[in-house]
């Protein structure tokens, strides 16, 4: 059974940092590309930055790049989005997604396994 499970949401200060994890179980985690979305009330779900196989292939979308930094540890089985200064415009839940096709995407739909996201909250 695939499981995916986010941790290290919380209420930050404008300006400060989180750090998320996405441990995961009952895949080949090495295969897949790692994808971190958020959603905010009332909106729809958003591509945030993305994992490939190796450090070098992350992307993100332009309004994180230059504050969050997506990393992972195979041996681990972890995938990691380091935040920094983060603004009330990132307030959302947070979820990690797992992505086994070749084709490098921001499309939710595209991701096959979820987590149940984690909570971040920013204050102004």
């Known amino acids: 059974q695939v499981q995916l499970a986010e941790s290290g949401g919380g209420l930050v200060q404008a300006g400060g940092s989180l750090r998320l994890s996405c441990a995961t179980s009952?895949?080949?985690?090495?295969?897949?590309?790692v994808g971190w979305f958020r959603q905010a009330p009332g909106k729809e779900r958003e591509f945030v930055a993305r994992?490939?196989?190796?450090?070098?292939?992350?992307y993100y979308t332009d309004s994180v790049k230059g504050r969050f930094t997506i990393s992972r540890v195979n041996a681990k089985n972890t995938a990691y989005l380091q935040m920094n200064a983060l603004k009330p415009e990132d307030t959302a839940t947070y979820y990690c997604?797992?992505?086994?096709?070749?084709?490098?995407?921001?499309?939710?739909?595209?991701?096959?396994?979820w987590g149940q996201g984690t909570q971040v909250t920013v204050s102004s």
């Open positions: 994992i490939g196989r190796t450090q070098d292939s992350a």
């Open positions: 997604a797992t992505d086994g096709g070749p084709i490098r995407t921001t499309t939710p739909s595209d991701y096959e396994y």
């Open positions: 009952g895949l080949d985690f090495r295969i897949y590309a």
